[in-house]
Antibody, heavy 117, light 110 residues
């Protein structure tokens, strides 16, 4: 069955960097765009970034442009989110998601990133 | 992209129907027939309940239905059940692989 497993979260200080990973299995990874969606504590879902299948396109929400970089390694069925210049506003559970052409059939369990001094 | 607007909360008794609205603009909800709805229980990942405005994935109960008129989409839960108590989020495709979510609605079963 389809599995998305995020890792790499933790507690970091403001201004530092962190790399999240999402390992995928159970589907043809190369055929799907991969997304990151985050949820701050007690808040709603926020779309963060996407890397298209074939890595032809990458897009980001405005608040992370220039600080976050999404990438994928199709040989490892893994998508990454490199986060830099982190601020307390980046504190959230980060989910990777994929599946439908215009919706998300599959979600990971999420990984918590806490930015605090 | 600004978040789509949803009511903060709705409630109903078991067996009743509740409807959640999701208001956007002609650049998101009104511009695409690609609105999806997600159910999220505390501490869990979201689960798709409706996609492409009104399509229901296999395994989702028939009491969940979706519709759209202009810039506003709606999710209706008919015959509310205790297990439907959760947060619900709408989501619209806005082009170029990008999505925008709604502000979220807490559904309470009285």
């Amino acid at each position: 069955q389809v599995q998305l497993v995020e890792s790499g979260g933790g507690v970091v200080q403001p201004g530092t960097s962190l790399r999240l990973s999402c390992a995928a299995s159970g589907f043809t990874f190369t055929s799907f765009s991969m997304h990151w969606v985050r949820q701050a504590p007690g808040k709603g879902l926020e779309w963060v970034a996407v890397v298209s299948d074939g890595v032809t396109s990458k897009y980001y929400t405005d608040s992370v442009k220039g600080r976050f970089t999404i990438s994928r390694d199709d040989s490892k069925n893994t998508v990454y989110l490199q986060m830099s210049s982190l601020t307390p506003e980046d504190t959230a559970v980060y989910f990777c998601a994929t599946g439908g052409l215009y919706h998300y059939d599959y979600w990971g369990q999420g990984t918590l990133v806490t930015v605090s001094s | 992209q600004s978040a789509l607007t949803q009511p903060r909360s709705v409630s109903g008794s078991p067996g009743q129907s509740v409807t959640i609205s999701c208001t956007g603009t002609s650049s998101d909800v009104g511009g695409y027939n690609y609105v999806s709805w997600y159910q999220q229980h505390p501490g869990r990942a979201p689960k798709v309940m409706i996609y492409d405005v009104s399509k229901r994935p296999s395994g989702v109960p028939g009491r969940f239905s979706g519709s759209k008129s202009g810039n506003t989409a709606s999710l209706t839960i008919s015959g509310l059940q205790a297990e439907d108590e959760a947060d619900y989020y709408c989501c619209s495709y806005v082009g170029s692989y990008i999505f925008v979510f709604g502000t979220g609605t807490k559904v309470t079963v009285l």
